[in-house]
């Protein structure tokens, strides 16, 4: 069945502009998060959504990064007044619901590639 | 909060040779461990996962250990295929509601034909 999609796959703005990426998760999907990864580095937890609760935002760098969730399927991801250093892959995922005390996998996009010029 | 480390950061093997890439983690009421392979362009697949109650689990040429009362955890490929050349992460999750998925810092392993 069709995966988690993300679009743009490559993105190139120039510095001061605002970006954003869109997530489409796996139908029926009800969690979803973003994470970003720098070249060659792991993956930084930015924001999950988990249905209609609120989401968790500890990981947004600054205010410069927002994120919604539209009708709990696809999501977007804003950048406004981007800098360079938030060049970087941004990847999203989707699971099924995460229960307190039963974890789904998350299955993940290929990423949409942000250069910031 | 949870840390997981993960080493080490590149490995190198010759094909047919066996590969093991650990990792440990600091939260005692982590319960879930999934293992992810990202090939160059994409994004991170599960190859495998383990929970808490599991010692062991073995799919094909790949298995996984769990070693709770050390908190670490590792994964193991057998026979190992130039296609088995990736960045491998592994994660540890607590199961509780909101970021709840920690990943290591990544393995680079390459299989030299």
């Known amino acids: 069945g069709a995966g988690v999609s993300q679009s743009p796959s490559n993105k190139v703005t120039e510095k001061g502009k605002d970006v954003e990426l869109r997530c489409d998760p796996i139908s029926g999907h009800t969690a979803l998060y973003w994470y970003r990864q720098s070249l060659g580095q792991g993956l930084e937890f930015l924001i999950y959504f988990q249905g209609n609760s609120a989401p968790d935002k500890s990981g947004l760098p600054s205010d410069r990064f927002s994120a919604e969730r539209t009708g709990g399927s696809v999501s977007t991801l804003t950048i406004q007044r981007t800098q360079q250093e938030d060049s970087a892959v941004y990847l999203c995922?989707?699971?099924?619901?995460?229960?307190?005390?039963?974890?789904?996998?998350?299955?993940f996009g290929n990423g949409t590639r942000l250069t910031v010029t | 909060g949870e840390n997981v480390e993960q080493h080490p950061s590149t490995l190198s093997v010759q094909e047919g040779d066996s590969a093991v890439i650990k990792c440990t983690y600091s939260d005692s009421a982590s319960n879930y461990f999934p293992w992810y392979k990202q090939e160059l362009g994409k994004g991170p697949q599960l190859i495998i996962d383990?929970?808490?109650?599991?010692g062991e689990k073995k799919d094909q040429r790949i298995a996984v250990t769990l070693n709770k009362t050390a908190k670490h955890f590792s994964l193991h490929i057998t026979e190992t295929q130039p296609e088995d050349s990736a960045v491998y992460f592994c994660a540890a999750s607590t199961g509780n509601y909101g970021q709840n998925f920690v990943f290591g810092p990544g393995t680079r392993l390459s299989v030299l034909p």
């Open positions: 383990i929970r808490s109650n599991v």
């Open positions: 995922a989707s699971s099924p619901r995460q229960e307190r005390s039963y974890n789904s996998p998350l299955h």
